[in-house]
């Protein structure tokens, strides 16, 4: 006979272990204890998570043939990552996050303008 093996959680918050003969049930009793012990974190946690969704869908599409039609076809090495950061001395992820605003004008009237 084999030995049943239990699937142990620990809270992450507390520190707490929950135990199930299956993931799914120890994370089951997991998800009751957070929203019963920590509901604030767990609300905080999910619009945390809803935000960092939408922000992905907003980006989705940031693709170097919309950069293009954005920047015009001078610049069409802008939409790689090396090239963004050395322009801009900035980590590409925040560049992208912010070139569709403000930013985009900045690049086009200082640093791209000759
Ligand atoms: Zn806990």
């Keep these: 006979m084999t030995k049943r093996t239990k699937v142990w959680l620990t809270c992450s918050r507390c520190g707490r272990r929950f135990s199930g003969d299956t993931k799914t049930e120890a994370l089951n009793k997991m998800r009751r204890h957070l929203w019963k012990e920590h509901r604030d974190w767990m609300v905080k946690r999910i619009k945390v998570g809803q935000r960092k969704a ?18 015009g076809s001078k610049v069409v090495g802008f939409a790689e990552r090396p090239v963004i950061e050395k322009i801009t001395g900035k980590p590409y992820e925040e560049v992208k996050a912010q070139v569709l605003g403000f930013f985009a004008d900045m690049l086009m009237s200082g640093i791209l303008k000759q």
Aim: charged share 45%.
């Design 54 to 71: 939408r922000r992905e869908k907003e980006l989705e599409g940031l693709n170097p043939a919309l950069l293009k039609k954005i920047f």
